[in-house]
């Protein structure tokens, strides 16, 4: 008798939800660039023309994310010392740029020096950064521009890594990208929520981002200077049918404006009207009800197990927005009792952070095909 034919998995249910209305209105910047996602669900989409242009001290979120990516931290820990070269004290005194005191021989940890980087915008330290990780800045830019390619990040290119060159450009939309992925590093998102820190002196030093630490606003970056105008990577929490969800967005080449009429001004201003436009659309809908049929597991000799949502199937987004629904099938036996879970369905765009995954299990015992069944398997 030939074995048993392998079970497989048929999913029946939708694989797609649109939420009821019409699109909502976004109130994009009128000049620039702009672009607005919420991880794991999807794109309110983006504004202007999305071709490169300088970003600014926003390139130090990449130093950021590749110093974490390759040295990880833990939450709450303070890494590694990073001592203190003769090129970053003496860039500490450096006019026009952003920086912080530090001094040769001295040594801070790694968070410090991500705090720095991510909140007192500090050139001298990126640069110290990544003469640490990499043995040479040049090495480091190499290293940036590698990420950003394994990222999608098409319109991007870094040549130094604290944005301090004009010739380091990137898009609203890239940046988005890289956010996305930034987030995911538990000690990135611990520092960028950060509304200040004290240095190893004692010094304190305030978030260039002054929506930091007001309307759930939890990150991440700003970026300005004469040429570059005014860039903001941000980051906010919104919670929707019971789950916070993160809402990601960029603007980038931001003329003067807002209250103070600033370059800094006006990119607070447009990310701010962004933020509360997404936190006010977002919603929560049920997909499928617990219980509800969503497969069936086939046993190859004519054998149909119904497969169901072993919960509420529900779906954050707007109006308009559609999601996808996909099914992932576990190791299916050939017998199995009722409530074995057999595969996991995903509500959104697929990502690790905020994707809504519904396991799925079997309704009925699964049980061996009769013995008629196998007889038709004799060879």
């Known amino acids: 008798m030939r074995p048993l034919p392998a079970t497989t998995l048929d999913l029946t249910a939708q694989d797609s939800f649109t939420f009821d209305g019409g699109k909502p209105e976004i109130p994009w910047p009128s000049s620039g660039q702009a672009a607005l996602d919420v991880q794991g669900i999807g794109t309110f989409g983006s504004s202007g023309d999305q071709k490169p242009v300088p970003i600014a001290s926003v390139a130090k979120v990449m130093t950021a994310y590749v110093i974490l990516r390759d040295h990880p931290l833990k939450s709450g820990a303070e890494g590694p010392k990073i001592k203190i070269d003769q090129a970053a004290e003496d860039q ?8 912080v005191n530090v001094f040769e021989g001295d040594s801070i940890s790694q968070r410090e020096a991500l705090e720095s980087i991510l909140i007192a915008s500090a050139n001298n330290v990126a640069r110290l950064l990544a003469r640490w990780d990499a043995g040479s800045e040049k090495a480091f830019v190499e290293k940036m521009n590698a990420a950003a390619k394994d990222l999608g990040m098409t319109n991007t290119t870094y040549t130094d890594p604290s944005g301090l060159n004009n ?17 995911k590093q538990p000690a990135f998102r611990e520092v960028a929520a950060m509304m200040s ?41 919104k919670e929707v049918g019971g789950e916070t969800r993160t809402i990601v967005g960029a603007v980038v080449r931001q003329p003067a404006g807002g209250a103070d009429n600033t370059i800094l001004g006006a990119a607070l201003d447009s990310s701010d009207k962004l933020i509360r ?15 509800t049929v969503v497969g069936y597991v086939d046993d190859g000799l004519g054998g149909r197990t119904p497969v169901v949502a072993t919960k509420d199937v529900k779906a954050v987004g707007w109006a308009g927005l559609t999601v996808k629904l996909t099914f992932t099938a576990d190791e299916v036996p050939h ?45």
Do not use: C
Not at 218 to 227: A, C, R
């Open 167 to 183: 010739t380091t450009v990137s898009t609203a939309v890239d940046q988005v990208k890289l956010a996305k992925e930034a987030m």
């Open 277 to 291: 436009a997404a936190q006010d659309t977002l919603k929560s809908s049920t997909i499928l009800k617990k219980g």
């Open 92 to 99: 500490s005194q450096a006019g026009q740029e952003s920086t």
């Open 335 to 379: 017998t199995a009792q009722a409530g074995t879970k057999v595969g996991t369905l995903t509500v959104g765009d697929g990502g690790t952070s905020g994707a809504v995954k519904v396991p799925v299990a079997l309704r009925d015992d699964l049980v061996e095909p009769g013995l008629s069944d196998k007889l038709t398997r004799l060879g």
């Open 197 to 237: 820190y004290d240095d190893y002196k004692g010094v304190n030093h305030s978030n260039w981002n002054h929506l930091v630490g007001h309307n759930d606003v939890v990150g991440i970056k700003t970026g300005t200077t004469t040429s570059a105008l005014g860039n903001l990577v941000f980051a906010a929490k």
